[in-house]
């Protein structure tokens, strides 16, 4: 995706695809970019222009509120917490830019072994690599370790 592509009225209302969410911190929600789409999307060309040269500073637009949510009534323990981060919309823009570009060249550049988080690949594959290895130890009469991380309720935590 060309800085142009992004310029075009139509893609840009393809990169706002949310309704009716909480505005992040600028207050500005995706419907008004959306809305007025024509009006900034100038501005917001000249604000990838900046960040390509190295003109513009990204903890500017890299900025959230994070909000604890409850999970459940009358919440009273940390878990029953979700938190979530209001992002400013234009950061939003900018991060699936950036992410529709690397995704073009992901592929060559990670590892077939990352099996998680990569368009094509399924996260269960690295459970098939661990039942084959386990498999191929039994009928060859090998020994050997294995390391298992417990991540659990990774996303849920808050430190």
Known sequence: MSLENVHSSRLGNKLIREHNKAPGPDGFPAEFYQQFWDVIKGDLMNMFHDLHKGDLPLFSLNFGVITLLPKTQEASKIQQYRPICLLNVNFKIFTKVATTRINSVANHIVSPSQTAFMRGRNILE??????????????????????????????????
């Not at 084959?132 to 991540?151: P, Y």
Request: glycine share 6%.
């Open 126 to 159: 690295g459970v098939m690599i661990l039942h084959e290895t386990v498999h191929e130890l039994h009928r060859k009469n090998l020994s050997g370790v294995i390391f298992k991380i417990d991540f659990e309720k990774a996303y849920d935590k808050v430190k």
